[in-house]
């Protein structure tokens, strides 16, 4: 069984950074996250495969948000630059046994608890 842990979350305000990150305890071939807000349905954000340097984003956070990997730390990391209030939600990392970048919430295997990222106006 996979664990994945986050850290990072917090609170920032309108214009500000953080940066999110998510170890994995076992071998998956793709990570991403995935944020939800209140009342709302979980949503992609970006995923990374461990194979490649090419990276998924949803249009939302595409030029604010950069993912990466560290190979021999088993993490990726979420650099979130030009937070808006309409980004706060809490922050899930998820890892999936397939070597795709998928932005569907059902395609992964294995879920973090979640970090809470506020954006104040």
């Known amino acids: 069984q996979v664990q994945l842990v986050e850290s990072g979350g917090g609170l920032v305000q309108a214009g500000g950074s953080l940066r999110l990150s998510c170890a994995a305890s076992?071998?998956?071939?793709?990570m991403g996250w995935f944020r939800q807000a209140p009342g709302k349905e979980r949503e992609f954000v970006a995923a990374?495969?461990?194979?490649?340097?090419?990276?998924t984003y949803a249009d939302s956070v595409k030029g604010r948000f950069t993912i990466s990997k560290d190979n021999t730390k088993n993490t990726v990391y979420l650099q979130m630059n030009s937070l808006t209030p309409e980004d706060t939600a809490l922050y899930y990392c998820a890892g999936r046994r397939g070597a795709w970048p998928d932005r569907l919430t059902t395609r992964y295997d294995y879920w973090g608890q979640g970090t809470q990222v506020t954006v104040s106006s």
């Open positions: 076992g071998s998956v071939l793709t």
């Open positions: 990374l495969s461990w194979s490649s340097s090419s990276p």
